[in-house]
């Protein structure tokens, strides 16, 4: 079974230029997350899809950073404008179920995309 | 709102020796999901080992135990038999019960780097 593919796996620009970041959830998996690591830390939710949904996205800075999921499945993640605050690993993870409904939900994460502002 | 605590930012082990993980956390709800991840220079996280909060017996994954204290909130990973593959950086998370609204995240701690030495 293909695991979370995440493309680029690293990305350097400017601050104030725009980026993009794609995920391709495994296959038949109903949500999908993007989390924020800053170096040094934990990562941090974003945003979560249920198929093509937004369920979560409260912590999601949404003057700068967009988020979407073509028909359910592959999603992209949007910084436009960049800062240098920006920059870290954007890790996208998939789960099989319902998220909050069942007992137990594993998310199976991607290797990530590092993001280097300057 | 909970919180995730790791005190011990870096770690190391002899190979084929045993080491312990720390990891302490702070929540008013009585049932919850305790995991702890394994992230390797890949960055590529990876599911070690699961808690549910309501079972009282601790959880074990071959050669990786944990230490489930409910009343001190406190949840400690052992790893026995060290093998230099297990170099990471690992990262305690915690994730409310589904009856909760929050219970789609996941909230880490700040990890420790765990280093083998051969």
């Known amino acids: 079974e293909a695991g979370v593919a995440q493309s680029p796996r690293y990305k350097i620009i400017e601050k104030r230029q725009s980026v993009a970041f794609w995920c391709n959830p495994i296959s038949g998996h109903a949500t999908l997350y993007w989390y924020q690591q800053i170096l040094g830390q934990g990562p941090k939710l974003l945003i979560q899809f249920q198929n093509n949904g937004v369920v979560d996205d409260s912590q999601l800075p949404k003057d700068r950073f967009s988020a979407e999921r073509l028909k359910g499945v592959d999603s992209t993640l949007k910084i436009q404008p960049a800062k240098l605050e920006d920059s870290a690993v954007y890790l996208c993870?998939?789960?099989?179920?319902?998220?909050?409904?069942?007992?137990?939900?594993?998310?199976?994460f991607g290797p990530g995309t590092r993001l280097t502002v300057l | 709102a909970q919180t995730v605590t790791q005190s011990q930012p870096e770690m190391s082990v002899q190979e084929a020796e045993t080491v312990t993980l720390s990891c302490t956390y702070d929540?008013?709800?009585?049932?919850?999901?305790l995991f702890w991840y394994k992230q390797p220079p890949s960055r590529q996280m990876i599911l070690v080992i699961r808690q549910e909060a309501y079972k009282q017996q601790n959880a074990t994954e071959n050669r990786f135990s944990v230490n489930f204290q409910k009343a001190a909130k406190s949840f400690s990973l052992k790893i026995s038999d060290s093998q230099l593959g297990d170099a990471a950086m690992y990262f305690c998370?915690?994730?409310?019960?589904?009856?909760?609204?929050?219970?789609?995240?996941?909230?880490f701690g700040s990890g420790t780097q765990l280093t083998v030495l051969p």
């Open positions: 998370a915690y994730r409310s019960p589904i009856s909760s609204g929050s219970a789609r995240q996941l909230t």
């Open positions: 993870a998939s789960s099989l179920r319902l998220a909050g409904v069942y007992p137990y939900n594993e998310q199976f």
């Open positions: 929540t008013s709800e009585s049932d919850y999901y």
